[in-house]
């Protein structure tokens, strides 16, 4: 199993980002998906998920309105973009997948995830 990361990098407040994770080695679809972020000094949170399907999302209050998760099943990737970013948006960004026997009704808690990814460096500048 593997989860790759990436498009993370530096950008001024207001802009824009899309972050990818390239998943291999599992079924995509049975797998529910999820973004995750630690700033300097705190620790990590969740940010948002998304169903095996695809088909629903859930996102922490922070971001909602601001970031959307989806997932592209011909190339086994779930994205993040990520859009009107602020300065506390400054975090490593992970992605992480868990196995889903039913519905996904929220942010999944990160301690029940089972594969995790690198991270890659978000860096939001005023």
């Known amino acids: 199993v593997q989860l790759q990361a990436s498009g993370g990098g530096l950008v001024q407040a207001g802009g824009s980002l899309r972050l990818s994770c390239a998943a291999s080695?599992?079924?995509?679809?049975?797998?529910?998906m999820g973004w995750f972020r630690q700033a300097p000094g705190k620790e990590r949170e969740g940010v948002a998920c998304i169903s095996g399907s695809g088909g629903s999302t859930y996102y922490a209050d922070s971001v909602k309105g601001r970031f959307t998760v989806s997932k592209d099943f011909a190339k086994n990737t779930v994205y993040l973009q990520m859009n009107s970013l602020q300065r506390e948006d400054t975090a490593v960004y992970y992605c992480?997948?868990?196995?889903?026997?039913?519905?996904?009704?929220?942010?999944?808690?990160?301690?029940?995830?089972?594969?995790w990814g690198q991270g890659t460096q978000v860096t939001v500048s005023s």
């Open positions: 992480a997948a868990i196995r889903v026997q039913g519905r996904v009704v929220g942010l999944i808690p990160q301690d029940e995830y089972d594969y």
């Open positions: 080695g599992f079924t995509f679809g049975y797998y529910a």
